[in-house]
């Protein structure tokens, strides 16, 4: 696919490109311009100038005056308010677009049954949306969108209306169908965890502009902007996680071990499990620190970046943490580069997502 | 007070044991019989032509919406008898559009039971038109959007999503205009004019009755009330719920 979306005015001047089999995040804050774009890509919105192209098939070339009708575009969309039919059944929503492309009823119905037993929400079947949890009815959205097998699969903000709970259950889904879904896939996000944990690539978007493309190791280790420093900051961590005596678990990363909490549904010895610690949890001392703080780790200051009243200081720790604090607390700890400093932050405060 | 009086009163002055005697009566039954033909043609002709303009007035961005709109509800607040010598105007036997009719198809409206669903309609109209046009414009367009995302073409998207979620509007225009449509008297009388079996509805056999037979009048109104109560409940518990 080779999207050259733009639209002119205030809007949103957006360019990217991605494969098929990959998928692509397009992160930025709210009001960057983010629904706009998805809005264009399912031809709900025509835009400006620019074009978008998928498979070589030119969905809008506003130059040309040419148009596919969002009918004809081979895009399933889950919308970030889903948008399911409130008159239908979950059945009936998944088979609408089978029906609507002239499936007969039973065909379409065995299909979208299939794809609803696939997800784990078969027996939600014949529940109208209002009777469906976040959960249910976020799957039975994707289920929607996958149904007529479309060549681009576009998703806004497919967790932001979850509760944090069913947040990591659906999450981890949404990863096995999007590795399992052959065609494109764009994700569209505020989180930047969301879009690390599930992208292949990232487009931030700022005020309507992309700042910065490109895998979420290369974003982390240059972020271009303060935005992007500030989103990929967090601490991410990856590694094989056992299980402790005392409780939690030990996450053995590459680069050195941290205590977690363990979660419910991971098996021990499992590898690629991914720990995310945000900076502004862990705590820095210049002598080694007392009390319950389970994971005490000590390295030199490598780095420290100013970001208006707050510090953000990478520590060469094992593994490598990066600590944000205020400019108050830098003074007082008289922390420069190179010199050495401790780390510590409880082991609750690492959010673990199964692989 | 205002409302629970008079429908008491009737109730009162009822003649009870009568009453089966005067609504099995033939002026009744024909009376009846042709009010039920006519209110529901004009409901349904109401629906069939309010459901277009109301999407237009919802939906469509154009000059002079105020003014439709205005000409619309112009029938709620025009005095019925005015109604009926404005439809005299145009389709009488020498009106605007009726002489051509009549020169022409040799075509006579006043005096036939489509007078009577001509001024039901009229007055009707504005009362599906708007329950209508209340309706379109709650729907999330979003969701059409959405359909569309899936492939259905804008009449698909029409037959399967925006007109089931518009069953209560739908259930209420046609209630609503199906109920004035029934009570519908001044453009009936004075279009179409006061003929058994053609043109005289219930409310003309009433009116004409109270002079004859109070009590046949009294309990012809209380017919009326009735039947129209029990459509209005009947509809109520499928789509109102």
Redo the contacts between chains.
């Keep these: 696919m080779d999207v050259g979306l733009a639209r002119g005015g205030f809007v949103a001047r957006a360019a990217f490109e991605a494969e098929a089999g990959e998928t692509v995040a397009l992160l930025g804050p709210n009001g960057a311009g983010k629904s706009t774009v998805v809005l264009a890509i399912?031809?709900?919105l025509p835009p400006v100038e620019g074009t978008i192209v998928l498979d070589h098939l030119v969905l809008d070339d506003a130059a040309a005056g040419a148009r596919v009708?969002?009918?004809?575009?081979p895009?399933?969309?889950v919308?970030q308010d889903l948008?399911l039919?409130?008159?239908l059944t979950a059945l009936e929503n998944v088979a609408?677009?089978l029906?609507?492309?002239g499936a007969p009823r039973r065909q379409a119905r065995e299909r979208a049954d299939g794809l609803l037993r696939r997800l784990g929400v078969s027996a939600r079947a014949h529940a109208r949306p209002r009777d469906l949890s976040g959960g249910e009815a976020q799957r039975v959205a994707l289920a929607?969108a996958l149904?007529?097998e479309p060549s681009l699969l576009l998703l806004d903000e497919p967790l932001s209306a979850l509760d944090v709970s069913t947040r990591g259950r659906i999450r981890h889904q949404l990863r096995r169908e999007l590795t399992g879904f052959p065609g494109v896939r764009v994700l569209v996000t505020h989180d930047p965890i969301e879009a690390m944990t599930l992208a292949d690539r990232m487009v931030l978007l700022e005020a309507g502009r992309v700042t910065q493309v490109g895998t979420p190791d290369e974003i982390r280790s240059a972020p271009r902007s303060a935005y992007a420093a500030d989103l990929v900051g967090v601490n991410f961590l990856v590694g094989r996680l056992e299980p402790l005596a005392r409780g939690g678990g030990r996450l053995a990363t590459t680069e050195g071990d941290v205590v977690v909490p363990w979660p419910d549904d991971v098996e021990p010895g499992t590898d690629g499990v991914i720990g995310l610690l945000r900076p502004a949890d862990v705590v820095l001392h210049a002598d080694r620190p007392e009390g319950s703080a389970r994971n005490v780790l000590r390295g030199r200051v490598e780095a420290i970046d100013l970001e208006g009243e707050r510090a953000r200081v990478r520590l060469s720790s094992a593994p490598p943490i990066v600590a944000e604090i205020t400019l108050g607390s830098l003074e007082r700890l008289g922390i420069a580069e190179g010199i050495p400093l401790w780390a510590s932050f409880k082991a609750v405060e690492v959010e673990i997502l199964p692989p | 007070m205002l409302v629970g009086l008079p429908v008491a009163g009737l109730l009162f002055r009822t003649p009870w044991s009568r009453i089966g005697e005067i609504a099995a009566g033939d002026v009744s039954v024909t009376a009846l019989r042709l009010s039920l033909v006519v209110a529901t043609t004009a409901a349904l002709i109401s629906f069939a032509t309010g459901f277009p303009l109301a999407w237009i007035l919802a939906r469509g961005s154009f000059r002079g919406k105020a003014l439709v709109r205005a000409v619309v509800v112009l029938p709620l607040v025009m005095p019925p008898v005015v109604a009926g010598v404005g439809l005299l105007a145009a389709f009488g036997r020498h009106g605007i559009v009726g002489s051509w009719l009549y020169d022409w198809f040799g075509v006579q409206i006043t005096f036939t039971t489509w007078a009577a669903v001509l001024a039901a309609t009229f007055v009707s109209f504005p009362l599906a038109v708007l329950a209508l046009e209340a309706g379109i414009r709650g729907l999330d367009v979003r969701l059409e959007d959405a359909a569309s995302t899936l492939g259905a073409t804008r009449w698909y998207v029409l037959r399967r999503v925006t007109v089931p979620m518009l069953g209560p509007q739908i259930a209420a225009a046609l209630v609503l205009s199906w109920a004035r449509a029934l009570g519908e008297f001044g453009a009936t009388i004075t279009f179409a004019g006061n003929l058994q079996g053609r043109t005289q509805t219930l409310p003309l056999a009433v009116f004409e009755r109270l002079q004859a037979d109070p009590d046949a009048a009294f309990a012809l109104s209380t017919l009326l009330i009735a039947l129209a109560l029990a459509v209005i409940f009947a509809l109520r518990g499928r789509f109102l719920g």
């Design positions: 399912a031809g709900l009708p969002p009918e004809e575009r895009i399933g969309v919308f948008l039919f409130p008159n609408f677009a029906r609507a492309r929607r149904a007529a």
